[in-house]
């Protein structure tokens, strides 16, 4: 069978089980077994598969079947340039959180030496991104997870990046004004809806995922914590979930946060926060 009519078989079958994407879904996962682009897989009608490729494949397609993620089953998502090593222990890192990164990145321009820390750290997405593009900051990243941490402190070393890592329930435990910028991905997921998820992340970790009744529990913690943790105006970003940023908002203000600023992600949705302490 060619290369094509394999992605065309089992792009049907994909379909079929209502995967959303099934064709870019066939050729990714024939492109990680071969190293051949996506879109040449596609077109190539000569290439004869070696059985062993032919039987990984299917391995892979009955994952998918399965509605495992695509991320998973390869063991990598691209960040922002890089690759992070990913499995059912961490949420995937989705686009929406690169732009997080890049606004994160605009504050600190003209900051020397900063002090970040990123809570919630899953994969390390976030933090190990920040202590690679600002090599002068350093970086904490804390979960609560520690299988979330055994794999974020793996990214860093692939990644050739120096951060320290710490196992924390959210802020318990940290210094008194110890942190220029706290940034987060919060869970923020209402308890409710995460019944209701697409397959696929229903099987990320619920702890990443869930954020109690109305999907704002964390922040009520985070916000008058990091208070404390900061520095005298030291900032707090933290990405939301769609119709949080007034709740959210409120939060700050109550705890006498200022300059609140609301950024939008590529959908339009109100989708990060940044207040600064006084
Ligand atoms: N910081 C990680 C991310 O943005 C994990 C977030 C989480 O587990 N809620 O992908």
Redesign the pocket.
Known sequence: MTCRELIRRTAEQFSAAGIPDPVNDAALLLSDLTGISPLSLRLDEDTVLDYRVVEAYQSYVEQRLQRIPLQYILGEAP?FGRLFRVDSR?????PE?EL?CEWALEVLRNHPLPRIL?L????????ITLKAEKPDAFVTCS?LSPD?LSLASENAARLGVDVAFCRTDLLDGFATSGFDLII?????IPSAVCADLQPEVKQE?L???DGGPDGLSLYRRIIPDALTTLVHGGILMM?LGQGEDAGVEELLLEHSFINVEIREDLSGIRRMILARKP
Not at 90 to 94: F, G, S
Not at 120 to 127: E, F, K
Not at 184 to 188: A, K, R
């Open positions: 960040f961490v949420l995937i890192p989705r959180t997080l990123d919630c750290c899953g994969s390390g997405c976030i933090g979960d979330a987060s991905n919060p869970p923020y970790p702890l990443a995922l990405e």
